[in-house]
């Protein structure tokens, strides 16, 4: 039984299966494996909530019984078994960190993965790797998906010689990092079908990680959600995939803000600015997106007659081009190589040494980094939003931005204190509260921006100052409460 393993995955898309496959071949002769892996869960999916998956898998004649983390990145738990037939073990289940939601309850078959498998060793400055091409099916009762995927497994050696590896695999076969896990590829068929755009998903940080490993799941879980939602841009102009993908991004400049004590190295600047370079490429497709949904149609209640008709066409063409923009952007290499280059800094960048600047926050508990963080924020928010009714609107926009960066903040860590849900719930409630206020208002300063070349109709202008106005006054109710909300962590450690 182990309990870690190290490994990085790319799509490859069934087009290019054989591409992957002869690049493999020229390296070394692959051998080929069929592996069919049955998936269990209880049934209310106890498992999955906690955050494991369960399959058995037939080896060489041998069962066995394999229990791994969901959480994606390069290193996820794993604790692997022997067993006596196609069965699962419930009691080894116990004897691993998953075994808490079992809870006595039944384990049933929910889907199978079938793959085949080439596989080819790599030697890499004293390191052994597996490389794998997948190409297989999930499979459950009534539905099925097909998926490929090239994964690397560092079975010896430095995770650094794994990166150089992979950098190099990716820039010859221009891929794209993947970090769905084959359990999640098969639990998406059990599901309801998706609304488009994948949403956040805060990763589980406990006090028992350092600062450094709180950052890195939030980095992987960002990630995720970016490359998500490009796949998925990839086949859909569904206004929520743009947006998902901007909050992915969004949250991840925002994680590396707040962790600056702990991350600050050389590599640090350059991905904020590459990420700032892929913000603006999706800002347009968005900001046209929330224009023609909000001032231009809240314009059509009205009688505007041609003038409005002429509008929204000549918006609705500005939206083709931007979203032409957007999704080259999303499908370009330049964002493949981002993604990667955010994921092997995450793993292995400068901040990661042992004689960086920031070691001690770096290795030091989060909890005490998280309390520093959180009091820093809320004291940076009330200072900005002092004075509320006197702010410009580019004060409101920062104000914004810091109220932002707390509440993502807020959300990723309020599980280190588990005794103050309630307290947090109000808190981040009244977060959004005033963001929504915000977001309307900076949406209505884009709008006039965006509306002056076309001498919109003064019924929309006067239309939206009087919202203005409106939300003026909400927001500073808003931002009075959040001032004025009660910590829900200690005020220090």
Known sequence: MQDREFELKFEVEPGRASEVASALAAR???????????????????????????????????????????AGGPARGEWESDIDGPAPAPDLVRTTPAGAALDGAALEPLFRVD???????????????????????AVAPDREAEFGELELELKSGAPASLFALARRL???????????????????????????????RSPDIGPQMSAGAAFQAIAVAALAQMADNAGQFAASDHPEIVHQLRVGARRLRSAMKVFTPVIADSRCAPLEGELEWLASELDGARNLDVLLA?????????????????????????????????????????????????????RIGPWTSAAALGAKWRDAGVTAFAVEALEDGRAEVRRRGRGFGDLSARGRHKLRIRAKRLRYAAEDLRGLFPGEQKTADRFISRLKALLDCLGELNDIATATTLLEPHDPPKRLQKRERRREARLLAKAEKAFDAVADAPRFWPKQI
Not at 55 to 68: D, F, L, M, S
Not at 181 to 189: D, Q, V
Not at 294 to 305: I, P, T, W
């Open 170 to 200: 990716r820039r010859e076969l221009r891929l794209r990092p993947s970090f769905a896990a084959k359990a999640e590829r098969g639990f998406a068929l059990l599901d309801a079908p998706a609304e488009p755009g994948r949403h956040w």
């Open 294 to 346: 909000g001032a231009v149609r809240r314009a059509g209640r009205s009688k505007n007659g041609a003038r409005l008709a002429a509008l929204k066409m000549r918006l609705a063409q500005e939206r083709e081009r931007a979203y032409a923009r957007a999704r080259a952007a999303a499908a370009s290499d330049r964002f493949s190589t981002l993604l990667f280059d955010l994921l092997a800094w995450s």
């Open 115 to 137: 793959v085949e498998r080439r596989s080819v060793t790599a030697e890499a400055a004293k390191a052994r790797v597996e490389a794998s091409l997948d190409s297989g099916r």
């Open 28 to 70: 070394a002769r692959p051998s080929v494996n069929h592996l069919a892996a049955t998936y269990f869960d209880t049934p209310d999916q106890a498992l999955r909530r906690a955050g494991y998956s369960l399959r058995v898998r037939q080896e060489g004649g041998r069962w066995r019984q394999t229990v791994k983390s969901l």
